[in-house]
């Protein structure tokens, strides 16, 4: 069964660096998103990805976030200057539409800031 | 404000019992409703769908209910296995957007 794969499986940086979190989202899937999970809290939407562009961003991606889809597998989200609170874990998603299709999660980036 | 909330926050039982996991939310407009399993460390998984129209579905020992009167949904799950301890998670997709409860984390016990 084909699944979204995400890479690293953990990252540790120092505050101020930039991260690169990468994401293989399924195959024949044209919607991807982001969210991400502090630890002990709810999952919370960061970002959605339509036909190359943002189509809809959470209070919480402010311009420390960007998202690219370099490429016809990838799609990347990059924390420009890393900050403590930016610890969490971070999940890659990706559906085939929108409003009813299932959003099939990748197992997570574990980022942690020191 | 959105917001889905959920009941209990932590639950124990016995493997072989029953248990019902409740939602109530406060998001508009609606498009659905969803409920998914996360096992600690792992990306959520989908368990089901429910829109405005339906009141019940099923998928193997989870069941869920919706009254969107009330804006109320329930999981029951069958007959407990230990592979069933994880979180469970309610879901509302309002306008373009997935909004997240905090979880019910059941811990089935042999």
């Known amino acids: 069964e084909p699944e979204v794969t995400q890479t690293p499986s953990h990252q540790v940086t120092q505050m101020g660096q930039e991260v690169i979190l990468r994401c293989v989202p399924i195959s024949n899937h044209l919607y991807f998103y982001w969210y991400r999970q502090i630890l002990g809290q709810k999952v919370e939407f960061l970002v959605s990805?339509?036909?190359?562009?943002?189509?809809?961003k959470s209070e919480i991606f402010d311009d420390q976030f960007s998202v690219e889809r370099p490429d016809g597998s990838n799609f990347t989200l990059k924390i420009r200057s890393t900050k403590l609170e930016d610890s969490a874990m971070y999940f890659c998603?990706?559906?085939?539409?929108?409003?009813?299709?299932?959003?099939?999660f990748g197992p997570g980036t574990r980022l942690t800031v020191t | 404000k959105n917001q889905v909330e959920q009941s209990p926050q932590s639950l124990i039982i016995l493997e072989g019992k029953n248990c019902t996991l409740q939602?109530?939310?406060?998001?508009?407009?609606?498009?659905?409703l969803r409920w998914y399993k996360q096992d600690t460390g792992r990306g959520p998984v989908s368990l089901t769908i429910m829109t405005f129209s339906e009141n019940t579905k099923s998928n193997g020992r989870y069941t869920a209910t919706l009254d969107a009167d009330t804006k109320q949904s329930s999981l029951h799950i069958t007959a407990s296995q230990l592979s069933d301890s994880a979180s469970y998670i309610c879901?509302?997709?309002?306008?373009?957007?997935?909004?997240f409860g905090a979880g019910t984390r059941l811990a089935v016990h042999p």
């Open positions: 879901v509302v997709r309002g306008y373009n957007k997935l909004i």
């Open positions: 998603a990706s559906s085939a539409g929108q409003n009813i299709h299932e959003q099939y």
């Open positions: 939602c109530n939310y406060t998001v508009s407009p609606f498009s659905n």
């Open positions: 990805f339509y036909n190359n562009e943002i189509s809809e």
